[in-house]
């Protein structure tokens, strides 16, 4: 259906049923030309079925970005099927890092069910990741669109950033002198980078102007950091039932994420108690998460945390104002998935 037919925004529920309809058959079959042995990990790994290849109805995400693809095509007039090949890869390379972070984590689970790492091994959890970060630029390659050069060497570069992004990610974990600065750049290296990318690609596949695509690409980006707050606070405070990963499990590994850095860094009673359980082998922050917490909340971190979401949110829906008379469907349906992520639950 064209964007504009109707200018009724869905249901962001709906609308993510609807990115999923068209994306993940061009998923199904990408992943079937992988190795029989990779597929079948990728396979668990993306909720299709069980360790014994049984079909499933496990979750395989929300699946934000394919879906920021596809409406950020439509907010520059185009369609959004001829999206679907970057919406797939921008999928394709979030699983790619989701089955390498929950290796470097250490973590035993992934959307309610044992992370693959821990179900088919640590090797061939990293090798699944290899291939399905090369199977995200054959998509691109082999799309024959006309943007798909350019959108490869886009693609690249956010994986590079990302990569550089998780690379300081784990080296915070050894570093005791963290700025607010500093952590918010590895954010926007890390999460943000690809949301905005999925923006940027989006709008390239509909063929738009380097203004158009810029614009989506700040409004992704913004919209990265702030869904990077939230996932944070979650990652303290969430409830592990709802979130699929485990209570503290961030505190344990002793992460900088941006609440604690703002807490480290806030010079306060709290903020100084909190550092002196960070350093040394962390011990004191495994044997009680719960009191590290604490410290994090009353240093001013968590408030801090929710200030900045709402703001970079509120940031990134006035990237959205050039698009609203032209594209105003799909500018209320990206304002109300943006509100979704931000404020989820925490």
């Not at 607010?180 to 999460?191: D, G, N, P, Q």
């Not at 719960?290 to 929710?306: C, I, Q």
Request: charged fraction near 20%; aromatic fraction near 4%.
């Amino acid at each position: 259906m064209p964007p504009e037919t109707t200018t009724r925004a869905r249901p962001v529920r709906e609308v993510l049923a609807w990115s999923r309809g068209m994306v993940q058959p061009a998923l199904r079959a990408a992943v079937d030309g992988l190795p029989a042995s990779v597929r079948h990990v990728a396979g668990y790994h993306l909720g299709w079925w069980d360790e014994h290849g049984d079909p499933t109805d496990a979750g395989g995400g929300k699946a934000i970005r394919p879906v920021l693809a596809q409406l950020a095509a439509e907010a520059v007039g185009g369609d959004a099927t001829t999206a679907v090949p970057a919406a797939a890869a921008v999928e394709l390379v979030h699983n790619f890092t989701l089955l390498h972070d929950d290796v470097l984590d250490g973590d035993r689970t992934r959307r309610h069910r044992p992370a693959a790492w821990h179900v088919f091994g640590v090797p061939d959890a990293i090798l699944t990741g290899d291939a399905m970060l090369a199977l995200a630029f054959d998509v691109l390659a082999a799309s024959g669109h006309p943007a798909a050069l350019s959108g490869v060497r886009v693609l690249n570069a956010a994986v590079l950033d990302l990569v550089g992004g998780e690379q300081a990610d784990l080296a915070f974990e050894r570093r005791h002198d963290i700025g607010v600065a500093e952590c918010v750049a590895m954010v926007e290296h890390k999460t943000a980078g690809l949301l905005a990318c999925a923006c940027a690609l989006g709008a390239m596949f509909a063929g738009a102007g380097p203004a158009e695509v810029a614009g989506l690409r700040d409004f992704g980006l913004r919209l990265g950091v702030a869904f990077q707050h939230v996932d944070d606070l979650l990652g303290i405070w969430g409830d592990a039932t709802v979130t699929g990963k485990p209570v503290h499990g961030d505190l344990r590994a002793r992460k900088k994420s941006l609440p604690v850095v703002a807490a480290l860094t806030s010079d306060t009673p709290a903020g100084r108690e909190l550092a002196a359980l960070y350093e040394g082998d962390g011990q004191p922050v495994a044997a009680d998460p719960a009191r590290a917490a604490r410290l994090v909340e009353e240093a001013g971190g968590r408030a801090w945390s929710e200030r900045q979401a709402e703001l970079l949110l509120d940031q990134a829906l006035r990237r959205l104002d050039p698009i609203a008379s032209s594209a105003p469907r799909a500018a209320a349906e990206l304002a109300a998935l943006a509100r979704t992520i931000v404020r989820r639950d925490h």
